[in-house]
């Protein structure tokens, strides 16, 4: 089946890359990635940007020139940034930002509201945030008001699914992605998402796995496509992420 890979890291030491709670990550680069994937059918894809990369925009805007147009990004950036910044970054391939919340690095939470409306109404980008859904409470009345939003690694923890749920049925998406990073039941977690919102998982291999306890397999890919039907696994697995990206 044909996929569109969410989420995944490009790491290149050719540009800044910051200690983060005393880890470094290893180097990762485009080819790669590409390497590792090429069996995978791999249709196009979201390169994210790691707590490790902070600000810097130059690793990516290198890694989605090798990439091509099939894949886009998305960024940290801080709240000063400009209209002309954001806009330059979009005709580069950039479509969403992102809030590390686990691991810092990004912008602070109390911006999110703000920020992204902003880049909503400047570039049609949505934003995504990095956190474990028991946190999600303390600022769910803000995100089901905000017009485009996903949650990584779905959500992280059981404590935290039913509060992931709430928000899934108000239009909240959820990368079905860090299975071997995550707490929580992900078979019951697919499939319960699923059934909320049809629309709202989007596969990717969160290559390379950084300080995750199992990195990715393929087994991961089988996961959804024996718990679901064909249609609803290629929607998982490609269509919905397409979608969300790309239009």
């Known amino acids: 089946m044909k996929i569109f890979d969410a989420h995944f890291h490009i790491i290149d030491f050719e540009f800044p890359i910051i ?11 485009a080819d790669d990635y590409l390497n590792e994937t090429a069996n995978l059918n791999i249709g ?22 090798q990439m091509g ?6 960024t940290q950036l801080p709240f000063t940034v400009t209209d002309d910044e954001i806009l330059n970054l979009h005709k580069s391939g950039v479509r ?8 810092g690095g990004s ?11 902003r880049v909503y109404d400047l570039a049609g980008w949505h934003s995504e945030l990095y956190i474990d859904a028991k946190e999600l409470p303390d600022i769910a009345s803000t995100i089901e008001k905000l017009p485009a939003i996903s949650i990584d ?16 049925d108000k239009g909240v998406h959820v990368k079905a992605t860090g299975f071997g990073r995550v707490e ?20 990717g291999t969160d290559l390379p796995s950084t300080r995750a306890k199992r990195p990715f397999e ?26 969300w990206y790309f239009g």
């Open 218 to 243: 393929y087994d991961d890919i089988e996961l959804i496509q024996n718990l679901f039907d064909e249609k609803s696994a290629d929607k998982i697995l490609y269509r919905n992420a397409l979608k």
């Open 184 to 203: 929580l039941d992900v078979k019951n977690a697919l499939k319960t998402i699923f059934e909320t919102n049809p629309d709202a998982l989007m596969f």
């Open 107 to 117: 912008e602070d939470l109390s911006k999110l509201d703000h920020f992204a409306r």
């Open 44 to 65: 196009g894809g979201a390169i994210v940007s790691g707590s490790f990369q902070g600000f810097d925009q130059q690793y990516l805007m290198k890694a989605l020139k």
């Open 153 to 168: 690694h779905l959500g992280l923890s059981e404590e935290g699914l039913p509060h992931l749920l709430k928000l899934v």
């Open 69 to 74: 147009p099939a894949f886009c990004g998305v």
């Open 96 to 103: 969403a930002l992102r809030f590390n919340i686990k691991r």
């Open 19 to 29: 200690e983060n709670q005393g880890y470094t990550p290893p180097s990762y680069v």
